[in-house]
């Protein structure tokens, strides 16, 4: 049933940045639901069906919060609140603004922007062992990156280490000019470029000289006993099953370890099984150790990567049920074709 839903605006500036740059949000919000929004004598109407209407208001009285809190209203909060109304979610963005991490040396607030990401930052909080899988863009390094150093701040751990397979250091590598750091610094670039964004240059650089905080290839990790230390290991996709059980058997007392990685993207030799797979079905069932799955819905980049992240995840999905139905015909034809022989001879 078509009808017109009607809330007083108390604020005019914050309705006008929901509406965004040539009303650009709420064209946005008008297209997804079909619905007309525009304001007349103080009042926010919308116009269409019922369901859709509920929803829209929902969208609006969402993102006026998260106005009226001191946020930008970017394309990615939209997206994602329409995403949320069109689920019917309880779990809102207004509700996830609470939990601020930290700040970055600009004094940007760093929190979690989506659901999964509120999943993943509690899961941190309360056990050992995390590991966060999705796809790229999903915050998994960067608020890993957060916790630690807020961790490292209140003195609940001594120092950072931050670790990448660097899976390249045979022939590639050799290539590069300069010593073994120079050599693998290119892998580890995107862990300084968080540290600098959160910690600042110069902090950053006196603690690595105290030996506080270290980032290191993840091959310099054998042999030692990581004791009162927050231990991240990025890219654990690129692991092979035996260097990921030589990194979680260097868990010592008082550390807590965030593993992060994206299944899709593996840049291991073909053949080769991934230590990230291996640990998952191997570690699942331990309760000290969580599991978070991010998805496309938790890209906080662009809104173009998450529509290529959704787009790779439906082409992968579709690959997979035609592989997997493929297999089946097989066997089915392979059974068929043992019967037939068997009757041929009887």
């Known amino acids: 049933m078509t009808g017109t839903r009607k809330i007083r605006t108390e604020d005019n500036l914050h309705v006008q940045r929901v509406f965004g740059n040539l009303d650009r949000n709420v064209r946005m919000i008008e297209d997804r639901f079909g619905v007309s929004v525009f304001l007349k004598d103080g009042f926010l109407n919308v116009k269409g069906e019922e369901d859709d209407v509920y929803k829209t208001l929902t969208v609006l009285d969402e993102l006026i919060r998260l106005s ?23 779990r809102m963005l207004s509700d996830l603004d609470r939990d601020v991490i930290c700040h970055t040396v600009q004094g940007k ?11 993943y930052t509690d ?23 957060a916790m630690a150093i807020t961790a490292f701040k209140n003195e609940e751990v001594g120092r950072i280490i931050l670790t990448r ?7 590639k590598l050799g290539f590069l000019p300069g010593d073994l750091q120079s050599k693998v610094d290119p892998y580890l670039r995107p862990l300084y470029d968080a540290l600098y964004q959160i910690m600042g240059a110069d902090s950053f650089q006196k603690n690595m000289e105290k030996g506080l905080i270290e980032v290191a290839p993840l091959a310099y990790m054998r042999g030692r006993t990581l004791d009162n230390a ?12 035996a260097q990921m059980k030589m990194f979680l058997t260097r868990i010592g007392f008082g550390s807590k370890v ?12 073909p053949g080769v099984s991934s230590g990230l797979d291996v640990a998952e079905r191997v ?12 998805t496309s819905k938790d890209v906080v980049r662009h809104p173009l990567v998450q529509k290529i992240v959704k787009a790779y995840e439906e082409y992968d999905n579709a690959n997979f049920v035609r592989e997997k139905n493929s297999k089946k015909n097989e066997r089915k034809n392979g059974r068929a ?3 037939t022989k068997y009757t041929k001879q009887n």
């Open 230 to 241: 927050y231990i991240i290991l990025d890219e654990a996709q690129n692991t092979t099953p």
């Open 337 to 339: 074709g043992k019967h």
């Open 123 to 145: 899961a941190i909080r309360d056990r050992m062992i995390v590991f966060g899988i999705g796809p790229a863009g999903t915050g998994k390094t960067y608020l890993a990156m």
């Open 165 to 171: 397979p660097a899976i390249e250091a045979g022939e």
């Open 283 to 294: 570690l699942s069932e331990i309760p000290d150790i969580g599991f978070i799955y991010l």
């Open 68 to 90: 009226q809190k001191g946020n930008e209203i970017e394309e990615q909060k939209v997206i994602y609140t329409m995403d949320q109304a069109d689920e019917k979610s309880d």
């Open 109 to 119: 607030p760093v929190k979690p922007k989506t659901a999964g990401q509120k999943d």
């Open 258 to 269: 965030v593993i992060t990685g994206d299944k899709t993207q593996k840049d291991l030799a």
